[in-house]
């Protein structure tokens, strides 16, 4: 239904149901799984720097971890 109504897939649909210190917390353990040099505390800043109302860089990196062949983490 939110497809058809306003061209969002799962991932929008998922990440438009979370609250802003839910999206947060998933974009800093995205970061983390990606980058192993990232402390929590750099990952945390980098998230709330990246954020954004469209969430386009947590949907690219949950997609990424979602459809990748070689997971990092």
């Known amino acids: ?5 306003y061209g969002w897939d799962k991932i929008d649909t998922f990440l438009h149901s979370l609250s802003y210190w839910q999206i947060i917390n998933l974009h800093t353990v995205l970061l983390l799984g ?6 929590l505390t750099e990952a945390r800043r ?3 720097i990246d954020f ?3 969430y ?8 990424q ?3 990748s062949p070689d997971p990092k983490i």
């Open 65 to 67: 971890a979602l459809n």
């Open 52 to 54: 954004s109302t469209d």
């Open 46 to 48: 980098q998230a709330i």
């Open 56 to 63: 386009k860089k947590t949907r690219f990196l949950l997609e």
């Open 1 to 5: 239904m939110f497809k058809i109504l």
């Open 34 to 39: 990606q980058n192993a040099n990232l402390t």
